[in-house]
């Protein structure tokens, strides 16, 4: 089974200007994944997929889990979902109803 299929959500964040003592640094939430939904991809910094590109291949990679995630694994997550036959979802309008969308496989949100 391919990894950035697996069916749980998981959060990533990006980790900018890293110590070389200690390896902390500014933490930045890149987005969620969850199994059937388009990615929400954050937009507090960057506004589009194509300006978190540069960011990433700059920083280091994580997840809520403390691992480390490759940048192809990451893109991987972000732009190959698995539509499957019903699309993939964006938003609850309420319990019973979902918005599904067939379009890109991310979507810019801002959680503030």
């Known amino acids: ?54 960011a990433l291949l700059n920083g280091s990679i994580k997840d809520e889990y403390e691992k480390e995630i490759s940048f192809k694994f990451l893109m991987r997550t972000i732009a190959y979902r698995d539509f499957g036959e019903r699309g993939l979802k964006i938003a609850e309008v309420d319990k019973t109803e979902t918005i599904v969308y067939r379009g890109n496989t991310w979507r810019m949100v801002n959680d503030n």
């Open 1 to 54: 089974m391919s990894l950035w299929k697996t069916k749980m959500s998981t959060e990533y964040f990006l980790i900018e200007d890293k110590c070389e003592c200690c390896g902390r640094g500014n933490e930045i939430s890149i987005g969620k994944s969850s199994m059937g939904w388009v990615f929400k991809l954050n937009s507090d910094k960057y506004k589009s997929l194509e300006e978190w590109i540069p």
